[in-house]
């Protein structure tokens, strides 16, 4: 499947489609809590029995693969609007709100999967996600130069989406070995999306941030310049001295 990464990259969607995106974040986010308030009130310990039970078959790791990435992704729903939120750079702005309406679209994905399996999605937390936003929430804290900032919200993204890489492309092959075609299909569409995701923020970083930390090359100009005008200085004085002489 050829995904269009350019398209990605400086894609920016309108406001109607942010704000429609907004709209069904905040339904799943209402879903959400209506599940885990449901589990609140009437604790099972499914998850708690299945942990033993879990290596029994191909098929119950991978039910419980999907069950921690789709944690991962409710998770990201949540912490992606706010990475946008720090941003300065306005294309890493759009990439973020651009993977938060494609990261709504894998969770339904992960649930469609769920209605052909059988199976449910919650009833497991990605601890390794709580992690790495945790670990992201600190830069939100930070201040400084907004350059700087940009890369390391970019170096936070990058760390989730190579987790959601390595999370997918491992419930693909356990579906692909099953012979689960279909649900291999649609997790593999996903991983499409989490590696465009990943090159956009590469392609962002460098063409755009990582030129305006001004460090390196950006250090040395002025000081060439100014070596260049001295230079100038010296030909210009040496010249009105040779004038000068006769
Ligand atoms: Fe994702």
Redesign the pocket.
Known sequence: MQVDTSRKVFAQPSEARINQGAGTLFALEADISARFEYRRCKPDHTSITRTKEIMETLQDLLENELQD?YS??TQ?VKALPKLAKKATSESLKQAFLS?LE??VG?VARLEEIATLMGVKMTGKTCKAMEGLIKEGAEILEEEGNAAVIDAALIGAAQR??HY?IAA?GTAKAFAEHLGLTEVADLLDA?LE??SA?DETLSGISLDEILPSTNSGDSEEEPQMEADEEGAEKVKSKSAKGARKKP
């Open positions: 990435v991962a992704e990201l993977h494609e990261t894998q989730v989406e959601e997918y996903t999306e989490e995701a």
